[in-house]
């Protein structure tokens, strides 16, 4: 029996995906959670295979959440479930340690097939993923870009795109804020940026190409 822990913000989503994985005859939801704080409760009680993980759960950035799981509980293994772009924020989580990642308009079948493999601790990466990483970088400007990044970079962009100030940034990434403005200019260089502006729109750009 594969043993799943849901963590994601969103009631109906916990309600639904519980449903369809408790109909699954070699699966069982053994618990789920709707922050950081609940998710690493529910750690201390309960020992699942496959983590379920949204990426913008509250608290605490998805990838920071997903580096936690894996200094504390390195023996679980993460499966991101997420809205947010695959083509941006997929190499990201894996690079950080997930064991793949699907979006949320991804089949059901989809969603099963995954939680197998990731459980018998193989990566799970979709067809579309698969085909979009085998394109040549060099006609995909938004992606070269990206690559350039470090998952910390990566990091550091999204919570600025996502509106936080330096010191809302450093407090979710347990950073100090000269060390995020040192972030902030790095990512000005590789994105070719000079001001704040310019680089959100470079962020918007990357998460919705």
Known sequence: MIKILIADNHPIVRMGVKQVLDSVSDIQVIADASTTTELFNKLELFT??????EMDIPEINGIATLRKIKKEYPNIRVLI????????YALSTIRAGAFGYLSKT?????IISAIRKVSEGNMFITNELAQRLAFDEGTQKPRRFFRKLSTREVEVLKLLASGKRNK???QGLDLNEKTVSTYKARLMRKLNVDN??????????????
């Open 168 to 170: 809302e940034v450093a």
């Open 196 to 209: 704040l502006v310019d680089l959100l729109q470079q962020a918007k750009a990357l998460e919705l190409y």
């Open 81 to 88: 479930y997420s809205g947010q772009s695959e083509d941006v």
């Open 48 to 53: 699942p295979d496959v983590i379920l993980l």
């Open 106 to 110: 991804s089949d059901i079948d989809y």
